[in-house]
């Protein structure tokens, strides 16, 4: 009977051992788990959304109206364009670029179409995108 009693303690020692193992490492998870989630929230907060958008706005319109108006100095404007935009987002710490391929004219030498590269980095984010323009 002893060793029966003796035994039945040994085996309420381990399962409390085991148990103590098993909440210790929920715990560490749960841990993790929210850890993880509150990075999430700060980069979904410091996600430069407007100046992506204010960003791809400029780009459009101003070749667009440069296109259409002035399509013999149009690639001159772009390397300006993008040597401005690429100094003013480093000024807050981004890269931005700009890059115009790919120009369709028309007989008359009127651009009908072209495909611009947008490109946006930051310490949390790399954006690129590529859109075809057309006149």
Request: include cysteine; charged fraction near 20%.
């Amino acid at each position: 009977m002893e060793n029966l009693n003796c035994n039945r303690g040994q085996m309420i020692v381990i399962m409390a051992l085991i148990v103590a193992i098993l909440l210790t490492g929920l715990s560490y998870v749960y841990s993790q788990n929210l850890l993880a989630g509150t990075e999430s929230s700060i980069t979904q907060l410091n996600f430069p959304k407007n100046e992506i958008r204010d960003l791809r706005a400029i780009v459009i319109e101003q070749l667009t109206y440069y296109a259409y108006r002035y399509p013999d100095s149009f690639l001159d404007y772009v390397r300006m364009l993008d040597e401005q935009i690429a100094k003013l987002y480093a000024l807050h710490g981004a890269y931005a670029s700009i890059d115009v391929y790919d120009i369709k004219k028309d007989s008359t030498g009127q651009i009908t179409s072209f495909k611009i590269k947008i490109i946006f980095s930051n310490v949390e984010v790399e954006y690129e995108e590529t859109k075809v323009v057309k006149l």
